[in-house]
């Protein structure tokens, strides 16, 4: 019997060295992915100037530039994103089969309100960004729609042609440029065009190394655009001033129509 019990605590003994060295093992690979992960991190740099715009009374859009690095052999790839919002949209339809008209309403919840990517005309030719998951469909499970019966695919293509019209959403292959190569890295830079249809609020704006058709790296800042001014304080009214504000709607517009009237008075007044 104690034989018998020496055995087994030898081969208890031995089972526990095994678990130890499956748990050092297991540890240094951890270790090892993420020192792997944090060079990958760390030779991507993307930096914004300026990093904060603010919108004042004549506030019409501004640009800003992105600079960085990414490994050489790599490609780069910035990608700038809002918060999200709901879009409401209207359902025009045949009725009687004659008459276009309304005929319901369509709500998008979870939709970025800016989607913007600017990339290399090479990468741009040789990589499908819907593969890569940074492209538009990136986002188009994530995006909610109410009624759930209508067709969303063709929904959120219309979606897309929306916002790229008010330039929130854009695809750009033509604004990166390169400026050099050094130790390894590769100096890149975008002017970024800010459209006046970008809200107050905080930006993402990332930034991927692509190489062979898959994404080896990645960083990120923020950007951020704020209120000043005139438009502040009547934001402020809008949201913390509700009734003051609305007496002041009135007022304006029937100061606008009486300007109006005098304006057109000669002229058979205002039509």
Not at 120 to 143: E, F, M, R
Not at 179 to 189: F, I, K, L, N, V
Not at 239 to 260: P, Q, R, T
Request: glycine share 10%.
């Amino acid at each position: 019997m104690l034989y018998s019990y020496k055995m087994k605590k030898e081969c208890r003994g031995s089972k526990g060295y095994a678990s130890a060295v499956v748990i050092a093992a297991f540890l240094f690979v951890s270790l090892f992915a993420a020192v792997s992960a944090c060079s990958a991190a760390d030779d991507v740099q993307i930096a914004v100037n300026p990093s904060h715009i603010t919108i004042a009374a004549f506030y019409n859009g501004t640009s800003i530039k992105a600079t960085g690095t990414v490994p050489a052999g790599s490609d780069i790839l910035i990608r700038i994103t809002g918060e999200v919002e709901e879009v409401h949209l209207k359902k025009k339809g045949k009725v009687g089969g004659l008459l276009w008209m309304n005929t319901g309403k369509l709500s998008l919840k979870n939709v970025p309100g800016v989607f913007m990517v600017y990339t290399t005309p090479d990468l741009a030719k040789v990589v499908n960004l819907h593969t890569i998951n940074l492209g538009y469909w990136s986002v188009k499970d994530q995006v909610e729609l109410e009624p759930e019966n209508e067709a969303k695919e063709f929904l959120f293509k219309e979606l897309v042609k929306l916002k790229e019209k008010e330039g929130v959403y854009i695809i750009d292959s033509k604004s990166v440029k390169y400026t050099g190569t050094s130790d390894g890295m590769r100096q890149y830079e975008v002017n970024i065009a800010v459209p006046p249809k970008m809200k107050a609020g905080e930006y993402s704006v990332e930034a991927y190394a692509i190489k062979d058709n898959a994404v080896a790296g990645k960083a990120g800042t923020t950007l951020t655009i704020s209120l000043v001014g005139f438009p502040a304080w009547i934001a402020g009214l809008a949201f913390g001033h509700e009734l003051l504000y609305g007496i002041m709607a009135v007022f304006v517009a029937i100061a606008a129509g009486l300007v109006m009237g005098v304006l057109f008075k000669d002229k058979g007044g205002a039509h």
